[in-house]
Nanobody, 122 residues
Framework: QVQLVESGGGLVQAGDSLRLSCAAS????????MGWFRQAPAKEREFVAA????????AYTDSVKGRFIISRDNAKNTVYLQMNSLKPEDTAVYYC???????????????WGQGTQVTVSS
């Protein structure tokens, strides 16, 4: 059974940093892509970043490029999202997700965590 458990969210001020973690258990070998999505109030869930487990290829949405860094620790089966220079518009529930296809499409991911709240005050 696949489980994704996020941690690291919280309330910070604009300009601060946070690091989110996502611990994956029961990951099938075919599930090669780990992604982060976020959903702000009254908005649709959107892609933030993704990384491949085997080669560490990464991708980011434009609004976080240069501020967020996605990384993984294969030994710990954990993916991280280092978020720097946070802005109020980064406020959202952040979800980690696991899938087989290198994509930014939410519908193509197979497994989802429960989400962690990130709130950035101005």
């Amino acid at each position: 059974q696949v489980q994704l458990v996020e941690s690291g969210g919280g309330l910070v001020q604009a300009g601060d940093s946070l690091r989110l973690s996502c611990a994956a258990s029961g990951r099938p070998s075919s599930a090669e892509v780990m992604g982060w999505f976020r959903q702000a109030p009254a908005k649709e869930r959107e892609f933030v970043a993704a990384i491949t487990w085997s080669t560490s290829v990464t991708a980011y949405t434009d609004s976080v490029k240069g501020r967020f860094i996605i990384s993984r620790d294969n030994a710990k089966n954990t993916v991280y999202l280092q978020m720097n220079s946070l802005k109020p518009e980064d406020t959202a529930v952040y979800y980690c997700t696991l899938g087989r296809i290198w994509t930014r499409l939410e519908s193509s991911y197979d497994y989802w965590g429960q989400g962690t709240q990130v709130t950035v005050s101005s």
